[in-house]
């Protein structure tokens, strides 16, 4: 054998290898369990249960805690809504199969699988997002905006739109996450990019922005508000609005389609930029290509298809099959 076959069969053998992986991989599997639930602060966990009943109903709470460990017990039943505890209790003491607790649980699970995410997995939240670019020209418009100025980003995650505030030229930027595995990941980013002092990192809400009022110069949110009650809503923006200083700006980045409407009728205008090319989900690499599309998009079988196929980290944004990241709205306080 040559000094070249001696090279390339090692190589050829590998991404063999690794092409009989991908194809072997089992599709997706919720990765939580019901004790995970215990990642969560009191707080958070009686919001979730409160809000979670949208999700998931009273009976499937209940039956989801059969055999769970006794401190878990506890704690839910001490979070659950006073005017539900009752109705709770008494599903709880029914007789019920293995395979309706299994049920059950599943159905809780996936309700809160972006809560546990944030919480339980942010470091795999973060090799999700940091792959998700934003249009350069988003930022690149909001700049007089940014300059020199006092600014909030709120549901601020692992800091995609924080960092890009400082870019831009603000002077301050409050972070605001109730997530605590984000909030590392924010803080130790700001330390290695020599922004500490620019950055204020906080617990906090759409609803709770623990910030006096007419605090910032602009407030916004980057693909976190939505119309829906528990991430954002109306409390979201009333408070958004109650933070931000007259003659300043409320700007959601990369809001849900399906949330146009409602900002609109409530005075946002929306600006669409225009790209010469598709936009694409850069991942790192193949591999964290393929543990995001099993993790975030399995339902999609799409996703996990066109990285076969191409056998590569970029993923168009028309196959993940939702809108790229391109659009902003903003409103005048």
């Known amino acids: 054998m040559s000094k070249a076959e001696d090279i390339i069969s090692p190589l050829a053998k590998r991404d063999e290898d690794y092409q009989t992986t991908i194809q072997n991989e089992p599709l997706f ?27 998931f109903s009273l009976c499937d709470l209940a039956r989801s805690l059969h055999g769970v460990p006794q401190p878990l017990m506890r704690r839910v039943r001490r979070n659950v809504p ?5 109705s709770f209790l008494k599903e709880l003491r029914r007789s019920i199969t293995g395979d309706e607790i299994e049920v059950a649980r599943r159905h809780v699970l996936d309700s809160l699988f972006w809560e546990l995410t944030y919480w339980k997995t942010p470091d795999l939240y973060e090799e999700l997002t940091e792959g998700e670019r934003l249009h350069p020209g988003i930022f690149q418009r909001l700049k007089p905006d940014l300059r020199n100025k006092v600014v909030l980003d709120v549901g601020a995650g692992s800091g995609r739109a924080t960092f890009e505030c400082l870019r831009h030229g603000a002077r301050l930027v409050y972070a605001v ?38 605090s910032v110069d602009l407030a ?36 849900r389609t399906q949330d146009h409407e409602w900002l609109e009728a409530r005075g946002f205008q929306g ?39 191409h056998h590569q980290a ?20």
């Open 177 to 214: 996450e109730p997530s605590p595995g984000l909030l590392r990941i924010l803080r130790q980013k700001s330390l290695h990019q020599s922004s500490s002092g620019r950055v204020i990192t906080l617990p906090g809400r759409f609803d709770a922005i623990p910030l006096e009022d007419e």
């Open 29 to 55: 599997e919720n990765p939580f369990h019901m004790e995970d639930l215990q990642v969560f602060d009191d707080a958070t966990l009686k919001r979730l249960l409160d809000e979670g009943f949208s999700a």
């Open 82 to 86: 006073t005017s539900r505890r009752s």
């Open 271 to 309: 600006v669409t930029l225009s790209t010469d090319r598709e936009m694409k989900v850069y991942f790192k690499s193949l591999r964290v290509a393929l543990r995001c599309a099993k993790r975030f998009y399995a339902r999609n079988q799409r996703v996990l298809q066109y990285i076969r196929q």
């Open 314 to 333: 970029e993923v168009p944004f028309s196959v993940l099959g939702f809108n790229p990241p391109r659009d902003y709205y903003w409103l005048a306080v």
């Open 220 to 255: 916004l949110a980057c693909s976190s508000f939505t119309a829906e009650p528990e991430h954002g809503g109306e409390a979201g923006l009333v408070e958004l609005k109650r933070v931000t200083k007259p003659g300043g700006k409320v700007v959601l980045i990369w809001p």
